[in-house]
């Protein structure tokens, strides 16, 4: 779309006063022509007129002139542009629930190698970290752009017990903050993507990183792993590990994420598809002033070339 600077708007008015003009002294030719009254004799002393030839020019002319004024104006397109700081935290569930089976090979095993083919395929121009979270939340690998080191720290991730949703989200809004100098005043534009089976055990609550999104612009898009079923054997008892899909919904829902139940290579894209359009680009409004001057040029040598053909010399 194009944008106008409104400061000029005025000089379109310009336009139609042209136009007037050149009808108007159109009209007055014909009149001189009526006011001979020997019409018969008028044909034979006359020179043949150029008949609509005459307009081709004047209308190339006036075409070249709203150009030009549509130039002087300062146009602008708006355009995509990459955003170069973008950040995507991934934060993975370490618990022990992870452990159960019922995603084979196991809900743990799942989830590393789904942020990992996860990470593979973001654009190199996209920042990422890792977050591991069971009792508490780790940064383990900082956001940046060496896709080696993050998928180095997704390998080292080692269990541990409860789960703490809530402060996995909040150390993902930290390493935003910190993710640079100008980080405090102006924290670049970044996304969470959790991975996790969805029961919150530990620490600040769903609800209480929810508003720390909100408040930090940054979504929360969750992958639940796990069925109704799962099971884990802990100290040699078996224990039911169902997945809470509602509580990662809520989190995903609240903070204008979305919310996934399967950790195919599909949903990944999908993830990333949403998270593209919103996060890795910028819409911003470019002077295009120079596109209606060129196209204004091609006109005026049009209108030119026309007349000098038709008439011998410019109009």
Avoid: C
Avoid at 14 to 38: E, I, K, S
Avoid at 143 to 159: G, H, K, N
């Amino acid at each position: 779309m194009t944008f106008l600077s409104p400061e000029r708007l005025w000089l379109l008015g310009v336009l139609p006063a042209l136009a007037a003009v050149y009808v108007l002294l159109q009209l007055r030719r014909g009149q001189h022509a009526v006011r001979f009254t020997n019409l018969a004799l008028l044909t034979q002393v006359a020179p043949r007129r150029p008949g609509w030839r005459r307009h081709v020019a004047a209308g190339l002319f006036l075409v070249m002139i709203t150009l030009m004024m549509i130039g002087f104006a300062r146009p602008a397109d708006s355009v995509k542009v990459p955003r170069d700081r973008a950040t995507i935290l991934v934060a993975i569930d370490v618990s022990l629930s992870m452990m159960a089976r019922d995603v084979p090979p196991s809900r743990f095993d799942a989830a590393k190698a789904a942020a990992k083919k996860f990470i593979g395929e973001l654009p190199g121009r996209f920042n990422v970290g890792v977050v591991a979270f069971a009792g508490s939340a780790n940064l383990v690998a900082a956001p940046s752009t060496d896709r080696a080191a993050a998928v180095a720290s997704i390998d080292q991730l080692v269990m541990a017990k409860r789960t703490a949703i809530g402060e996995a989200v909040f150390t993902g809004l930290q390493a935003v903050r910190s993710f640079d100098a100008e980080a405090r005043q102006d924290p670049p534009p970044a996304h969470i993507v959790l991975l996790s089976d969805g029961d919150n055990t530990t620490g600040r609550s769903v609800q209480e990183a929810i508003d720390a999104s909100r408040a930090a612009h940054v979504p929360v898009s969750t992958i639940a792993f796990g069925t109704p079923y799962g099971t884990v054997d802990i100290e040699g008892e078996t224990t039911s590990v169902s997945v809470n899909k509602e509580t990662l919904r809520s989190l995903a829902d609240s903070t204008e994420g979305k919310a996934y139940e399967a950790a195919d290579s599909a949903e990944l894209r999908d993830v990333y598809a949403n998270i593209g359009t919103s996060l890795g680009f910028k819409t911003e409004h470019r002077d295009v002033a120079a596109r209606y001057t060129g196209i204004a040029l091609l006109f005026a040598l049009a209108a030119g070339g026309a007349s000098l053909a038709w008439f011998s010399r410019l109009p």
